[in-house]
């Protein structure tokens, strides 16, 4: 048999013969990796990714090798895929009459789909999950095999899988068709699979959900088992602690206990309305942004909210934007769009006079309420709204100001984590494909300038990022910086986009140093996003008991009888005279209950006031996670809290 070469990732060579397999080399390397091991790669000269296979596969050539295990975020999508075989083997088990569909992984863990006439019950369920374990403890093997195509397609005829026999008739294109077997469930499967069941333990059934078949409504609808797996039961836990975590947080529910917003049947999906102690927050959170916007050169424009429909079609939006606009509205036989964004409005302004070079950069920057077609399926409270105020800004500047500008705005973007207590971050550079410059507005060495100051700018501020190619809209390269919460969910805040299209569009011009007409760059930036969207990671990341400086409650005060209402009356009065948000609780309940209530609106500071306060002009300070504190003089309370208010403290 002929020997061929196998390069193995630290560049030592192993020369075998032909039809050895990865798991062969792996032994040979080491008993403890090719216990590990759970699928491998092989790259050829030239072909840069390489391509993952079972570690049963016989090497046939010359190859580069390596052997992936856990430590291979990799080898998780293989390790799910073969769990989900796992799964639709525990169902045939249990259920021998189902049709399979596809059992793809996904983030989180797997799917797989079937054509049951019940549906599953969470019972079920149970008993799904028990036979995967059986099974898993079984060791059954992945095998791969190969089939002609026709008698693939026989077999599943004699099985009646309907929906298998067509995806082999539409996906097969090789003569031979590979499978893989996991006990008694055969698959039409390009694999790769890990080499057994043994190690699949960590994983837990989630859901069923109704699905049509290739997601085409009017095909039959299966049903959709999902499921989280991990590689171990403590990311398992982990991830099922989050997803807790993520309940408890979840901004619908703490909107509605907090009475912050709510969104009304009677007015329609996707509108929020701001009740007063949210509408409280969105005006502190506004506030100290203009005060920001001045500090920072840019002007405060408003536009209107509705405009003529034509203005839409000079900016292209009735064509690319079109599916996420709501229609026309017809007044005097003129039609008038809702605005859908407020670059327009601003171009507008920009053009009611000349431009000079000197007048550049101009910045207009508007807390601009925009609307948008988002289909009912896809809205979530406050996250996927259909009328939402954004902050949103446009810079026009010449090529020479770009690097300030770009540095200017990202300093901006990380004054609002910071002030706002949020410290990971990840950020993206998206680019254009270079190989397709047709499909992109602008000149190339607009493109590169721009995509050069936006790199060099981060690197020269020391910001990480990850640069992606063809992301980019058609229309320029952004930069995108998304937060991190407490519990490590990502969040898309801040964006940066240049625009090579709208001043093209719309004509716009500045007179030039050498006294010829230019035209400008422009630069769309939200740093927020959206306020609503903003607003609901806000309550998400501090699970609704906001900073005190953000507070809508900030102390609650608690008499504890009726006799010292009015030495608490004066406790009240006191800290409002000094700008504090202060709640007197009058009912007639008792200390606990009101602790309690004050506890459940996660008021940061409860006041307890009785008979031995009063006397000595005392109040009993309880904070809401750190509990009692003990009493203090009322002077030095409210010195210390407005101290905390004034450092913006996030905890
Ligand atoms: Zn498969
Ligand atoms: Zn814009």
Known sequence: MDAIQVTLPDGKIQEVPAGTTPADIARNISPRLADAALVARITQPNDGAGELIDLRQPLNHSVKLQILTEKDSDSLFVFRHSAAH??????????????????????????????????????DLAKIEKKMHELASQDLPNERKLMPKAEAIELYKETDQIFKCELVEEKAVDPMVSFYTTGKFIDFCRGPHIPSTKRIKAFKLMSVAGAYWKGQEGNPQLQR????????????????????????????????????????????????????????????????????LFKRGYDIVYTPHIMLRELWNTSGHTGFYKDNMFGPVEVEKAEYQLKPMNCPGHILIYKSRMRSYRDLPVRYAELGTVYRYERSGVLHGLMRVRGFTQDDAHIFCMPSQIETEVEACVDFAFAVM????????????????????????????????????????????????????????????????????????????????????????????????????????????????????????????????????LAPVQVEVCPVSEKVIDYAKHVTETLKRHNTRVHLDERNEKLPAKIRDAQMQKIPYMLVVG????????????????????????????????????????S
């Open 86 to 123: 796992l799964l639709a083997a525990a169902v045939m088990e249990l259920y021998p009459n189902v049709k399979l569909g596809i059992g793809p992984p996904i983030d989180t863990g797997f799917f797989y789909e079937f054509l049951r006439e019940e549906p599953f019950t969470l019972d």
């Open 418 to 549: 910071k002030n706002f207590g949020f410290d990971k971050y990840e950020v993206e550079l998206s680019d254009w494909d270079a190989v397709h410059p047709e499909n992109y507005a602008g000149k190339p060495e607009d493109w590169h300038r721009a995509t050069a100051a936006l790199a060099d700018t981060m690197t020269r501020m020391k910001i990480p990022f990850k640069k992606i190619a063809g992301e980019a809209a058609f229309y320029g390269p952004k930069i995108d910086v998304k937060l991190i919460d407490a519990i490590g969910r990502s969040w898309q805040l801040t964006t940066v986009q240049f625009d090579f299209n709208l001043p093209a569009r719309f004509g716009l011009q500045y007179v030039g140093e050498d006294g010829s007409r230019h035209q400008p760059l422009m630069v769309h930036r939200a740093l927020l996003g959206s306020v609503e969207r903003f607003f609901g990671i806000l309550v998400e990341h501090y699970a609704g008991a906001f900073p005190l400086w």
């Open 611 to 650: 008979a031995k306060e009063a006397d000595a002009g005392t109040v009993s300070v309880r904070h809401r996670s750190k509990g009692d504190l003990g009493p203090k003089p009322l002077a030095e309370f409210l010195a210390t809290l407005q101290q905390e208010i004034e450092s913006r403290a996030t």
């Open 225 to 292: 088992i999902y499921a989280a797996c991990f590689f171990n039961q403590k990311d398992l836990d982990e991830y099922l602690h989050r997803l807790e975590e993520a309940k408890r947080r979840d901004h619908r529910k703490l909107g509605a206990e907090l009475d912050l917003f709510s969104i009304e049947e009677q007015a329609g999906p996707g509108l929020i309305f701001w009740h007063a102690k949210g509408g409280l927050i969105r005006t502190i959170v506004e506030d100290w942004l203009r005060v920001e």
